[in-house]
């Protein structure tokens, strides 16, 4: 069965620090996604970032990149140089052959001025 | 603007009514997809409906209904409502139903409200 697990309820961070949110994951499909998704106080859901389990390289988007670690079987969001608008719920995601796109519980991220 | 329209964006009713959310996809989507967010909660998947065929089931109960019209619109109805069913229904939708690497995009979400 699919499981996307995120072990960090809350982080905090300083402005203009990095920080990384962890995501760990199971499936027994070799094909499969992930997402990492943005959801501040205002609800909607954004998305960042994408990675592909046939990859080769760690996908980056600006300010965002994914720690993939296929034998691991993470998928860590790591954010550069923090802003204040990046107080947001933070939601990993995958979806593989069998299942449409499943989330884990979220990250709670504040960053501190 | 993400191009996925949800109706309404707030919603208060009575324990025991029911009620219909919809929502239309981004232009040229075939999938759509219903998620439940409570409180402080992940996302929970619902539904999935491709070209006006359910395509997956999630953690729907027997309450909860769903269908895509043939202009693609979908509408999730829910009935005889508790006070748990109080949440954010969000509606996604994605250009097919197949792709791993297909992600998808969100509307803004109705927030559903039970008395």
Not at chain 1, 69 to 77: E, M
Not at chain 2, 12 to 20: E, F, L, N, S, Y
Not at chain 2, 90 to 106: E, I, L, N, Q
């Amino acid at each position: 069965a699919q499981k996307i697990t995120q072990t960090q309820p809350g982080m905090f961070v300083q402005e203009k620090e990095a920080v990384t949110l962890d995501c760990t994951y199971d499936t027994s499909d070799p094909s499969y996604g992930l997402f990492w998704y943005k959801q501040p106080s205002s609800g909607e859901m954004i998305f960042l970032i994408y990675q592909g389990s046939y990859d080769q390289q760690n996908a980056t988007e600006g300010r965002y990149s994914l720690n993939f670690q296929k034998a691991r079987k993470s998928a860590n969001l790591v954010i550069s140089a923090s802003q204040l608008g990046d107080s947001a719920m933070y939601f990993c995601a995958m979806r593989d052959n069998n299942n449409d796109m499943r989330f884990g519980a979220g990250t709670r991220l504040t960053v501190k001025p | 603007d993400s191009g996925v329209t949800q109706t309404p964006k707030h919603l208060i009713t009575a324990t025991g009514q029911r009620v219909t959310l919809r929502c239309s996809p981004r232009s040229g989507d075939l999938s759509v997809y219903w998620y439940q967010q409570s409180l402080d909660q992940g996302l929970q998947f619902l539904i999935h409906y491709y070209n006006g065929e359910e395509r997956a089931k999630g953690n729907i109960l027997e309450r909860f209904s769903a269908q895509q019209f043939p202009d693609l619109h979908s509408e999730l109805n829910l009935s005889s409502l508790e006070l748990g069913d109080s949440a954010l229904y969000f509606c996604a939708s994605s250009p097919s139903g197949g792709r791993v690497s297909g992600g998808y995009t969100f509307g803004s979400g109705t927030r559903l409200t039970v008395v």
